[in-house]
């Protein structure tokens, strides 16, 4: 099964690593894959343009099936492997569809995010202004403290008591929140959150392998 898979990946992204993290929770140890530079720019080698016509990561593929966007690889591997590993989607339509909520608000969640810690990369330096970067700061407190009163009701997991897709596809977000350096103190529900997930086999499996070189982190997020 797992040899016959192969993901193309980035070291802390967000995407690659909520990939990385159902395949472990799926017991598909073993598969091929390929650690690519984002500041090379190789996630546009020939390789992966075949496969993914965007140029982007994470790139997968389980035989002849390509699967690209992480979210419909997370919803794949559940899917074609329900009776293999830990149960991803809560049977009760109640967590049910908490989870789902979560999950695709946590599209959100990554995009305001990425817009303060990617903003240099993403915008061209004639571009750039203090009053949007001011902003999108506002914006991602805004953020923060939605997600605080999220795990102050349902807790400890995404969607209550057991760890689901929501948690695959939302902790790698808090990673990289506490990677920049967002204050625990101010943000005590999700300084929990990822003080009890961060330990989770899949997730140390996966951890971004430059994390591990240099722990130390950005400090971007420490006024936010």
């Not at 990369?121 to 997600?147: C, I, Q, Y």
């Amino acid at each position: 099964m797992a040899e016959n898979m192969h993901l193309f990946w980035g070291s802390g992204s967000a995407p690659c690593w909520r990939v990385m993290i159902a395949l472990e929770e799926k017991k598909l140890q073993g598969y091929k894959q390929t650690l690519l530079s984002f500041e090379k720019n190789e996630h546009k080698s020939p390789a992966v343009l075949a496969l993914n016509p965007r140029g982007q990561l994470p790139t997968f593929n389980h035989g002849d099936i390509i699967v690209n966007e992480s979210y419909a690889a997370c919803f794949y591997l559940e899917s074609q492997f329900k009776s293999q590993g830990t149960k991803l989607i809560p049977d009760g339509p109640a967590e049910q569809a908490l989870m789902y909520q979560r999950m695709f608000e946590g599209l959100t969640f990554c995009d305001k995010l990425y817009a303060v810690i990617y903003y240099e990369w993403f915008v061209p330096e004639g571009e750039r202004h203090d009053s949007a970067m001011k902003r999108n700061r506002e914006a991602l407190t805004t953020e923060l403290k939605l997600w605080e009163g999220y795990l102050q009701k349902a807790g400890p997991h995404l969607a209550g008591a057991s760890f689901s897709l929501a948690d695959v596809t939302v902790f790698p977000i808090v990673g990289n929140l506490f990677r920049f350096g967002l204050s625990a103190e101010r943000y005590p529900k999700l300084a929990e959150y990822y003080a009890l997930l961060k330990d989770r086999p899949s997730i140390r499996a996966s951890w971004p392998p430059h994390w591990l070189e240099n722990p130390k982190g950005e400090d971007t997020l420490k006024d936010v």
